[in-house]
């Protein structure tokens, strides 16, 4: 008599179911946050990590339990901040990016909805769920992944931003060997919009962190004030992602960015400031090379596997790359300095494979510095990797230094700047 319920209808009445239940008061902010709305053109759903898209054949074919988890699961990746946070998976990976950041949060949507309010899609639109990934966070679930892949010609890149590995036809059920599709033809109820991500402007971006913070926010207070009310029952807890999320990489290649200047040569359009109280004008230096660099690590016994070490000098290259300095140097130190090694222009494509790490017994920082020192070492900056374990004093410095601490949270230096790095972000 009404007529039939449309799919921009279905999709809207279940938002608002999700708005009205108490267990998700706390993602009431984030479910504000962009636009939603239903494509013809994609056959699954999809998320910017600002806006959502849905297929109407797909939301055709849900019931509204199945599309309340999938309209969950897309706004948990705007949540987690899943295309910015992982960017460096899906550029590895784009499939299997895809498909570990989605084990994660189907995994806790499940645990949440034991009442039925929200269940997963069956048949062509299922996702994906495996117990052993419980515990773990996307980057964890990835490395399994990769590891499980055979190896695999390199491929074209294709419009959404994937691999080209395993692009699905038909049913988003087809082809069920490879966990995830690409160009948004997802095995599963969803795709990640990468490339929509990165598209985003840099105002956009910084507007959306802001957003996503508030809504955080408001979400946790509406939910502490349903519960102080008796209303509230166990609802999902947001109160961890109140603290700073902060990727270590980013903060690394700021210091660097920032610190290293050189004398290259000068200029009157820029007077240097540390002289103009004594009425000298004088020019400042302007540099477009940075001389050398130093990576102090850490190898005593308490400290990193090879395997993290491998992640964190992979990771150094790319910084090493953007500032291009002449030269850099590498400490492997423990309680004395035990191997160096130095890396000129042209070497650092191999200095993740070439490095060799040595090291042993305690840890003291300051055989660090006396060694630049005795040696007349011209650093513009150290980046200093530890546990923080430290058996003396944090040295006395004649250059900038970043400590980069790993899993010890308590650690804090007395000198330099501080980064604190986990396990996780190392593999």
């Avoid at 962009?34 to 759903?45: H, L, N, W, Y």
Wanted: proline content about 4%; overall charge negative; some cysteine.
């Amino acid at each position: 008599m009404f007529g039939a319920v449309t799919a921009e209808q279905r999709l809207e009445k279940n938002v608002v179911k999700i708005f009205s239940n108490p267990k998700y008061a706390a993602l009431s902010g984030v479910l504000l946050i962009g636009e939603r709305s239903v494509d013809d053109t994609i056959p699954t759903a999809c998320t910017n990590g600002r806006d959502e898209r849905y297929g109407r054949e797909m939301i055709d074919a849900l019931s509204d339990a199945e599309l309340r988890y999938v309209i969950l699961h897309e706004v948990r990746h705007k949540l987690y901040r899943h295309l910015k946070t992982w960017k460096n998976l899906h550029d590895i990976n784009h499939s299997l990016a895809n498909a570990a950041c989605d084990y994660v949060i189907n995994l806790e949507l499940n645990d949440e909805n034991d009442d039925g309010f929200a269940v997963m899609p069956s048949g062509d639109y299922e996702g994906l769920v495996d117990e052993r990934f419980r515990g773990m966070d996307s980057a964890q679930v990835f490395d399994i992944l990769l590891s499980e892949q055979p190896e695999q010609p390199e491929l074209p890149e294709d419009g959404q931003g994937g691999s080209g590995v395993g692009t699905q036809t038909g049913t988003p059920q087809q082809g069920r060997s490879n966990p995830t599709g690409d160009d948004n033809t997802s095995v599963g109820f969803d795709d990640h919009d990468w490339d929509g991500a990165q598209q985003l402007t840099e105002e956009e971006k910084k507007e959306l962190d802001r957003q996503i913070d508030q809504g955080i926010r408001q979400g946790v207070l509406a939910a502490n004030k349903m519960r102080g009310s008796g209303r509230g029952g166990q609802g999902i807890n947001l109160d961890a992602l109140l603290k700073p999320q902060i990727y270590w990489l980013d903060v690394l290649q700021e210091f660097v960015t920032t610190t290293c200047s050189g004398n290259d040569y000068s200029t009157y359009n820029r007077p240097n400031r540390r002289y103009m109280h004594a009425g000298m004008y004088l020019p400042s230096g302007i540099s477009e090379t940075v001389e050398e660099l130093v990576f102090a690590v850490d190898t005593s016994g308490s400290c990193f596997s090879d395997r993290e070490l491998s992640g964190f000098m992979s990771e150094v290259v790319g910084v090493v790359e953007t500032v291009a300095p002449e030269r850099v140097r590498i400490l492997y130190w423990g309680s004395y300095l035990e191997r160096e090694e130095v890396y000129e222009q042209g070497d650092y494509d191999n200095l993740a494979k070439a490095t060799k790490p040595r090291g042993g017994g305690g840890t003291n920082i300051n055989c660090v510095v006396e060694h630049i020192k005795e040696n007349k070492i011209d650093a513009q900056a150290v980046i200093v990797l530890t546990d923080g374990f430290l058996g003396g004093d944090w040295g006395e410095w004649d250059c900038p230094v970043l400590w980069c601490i790993q899993d010890n949270p308590r650690a804090v230096p007395d000198c330099g700047k501080m980064l604190h790095i986990k396990t996780s972000d190392l593999v």
